[in-house]
């Protein structure tokens, strides 16, 4: 898996995924990053990349030749149009089962925008989803992208080492995970639940079962219908 992640911020992005699980899957040639810095392609003699809204109004808004140049240089190098995903908050809510999804394709492009908005014909030219990771308003594009650049490196195969974690964590089969536990099997005075302690790995699977239930209905009852 390759993203290019078009940014007017490429080193908040080099930096973050340069760390931990992300890291050791792209040392391990599982995935690859480029952040493609959009000024570069600005033909501005000051490197420009916004201008006033056409409508007037506050801010400034993202124009459309740097983008849209940026996006043929990818391509270019691709060798076909990726999907592509503008990060912004009237998009589609970014779920597990999108983040699965992304995860089957060899390349993606994130576009990030700022100021008041990316101007909408490049939009209409380059983007395939549009998407938002969650009902609030951030500054710009990169937190949301790097977001969804770890969930979806998550389902690449290989990228975790135990391939059974992916199986009872959160969201699978739309239910929350259940409590973990570890050593000591007493700590500040609360004692581990008993049954994790029987050895009797139906009763486990049974037990965790219900405390996944239970938490999705007091955290998430939109979740489950149960
Ligand atoms: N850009 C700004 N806010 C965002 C959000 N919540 N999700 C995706 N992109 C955004």
Redesign the pocket.
Known sequence: MKYYIMTLFPEMIENALDTSILARAKSNDLIDFCAVNIRDFSKDKHNKVDDYPYGGGAGMVMQAQPIYDCYMHIVEEVGYRPRTIY???W?HPFKQQMAKDFAKEETLVFLC?HYEGVDERVLEEIVTDY???????????EL?AMVMIDAISRMVPGVLTNADSKETESFEDNLLEHPQYSRPAEWMGKSVPEILLSGDHKKVDMWRYEKSVERTKKYRPDLCDI
Do not use: E
Request: charged share 5%.
């Open positions: 990060l912004t908050p998009g925008g998407v938002t990771i969650g009902d609030y308003v951030l500054t710009g594009g949301p």
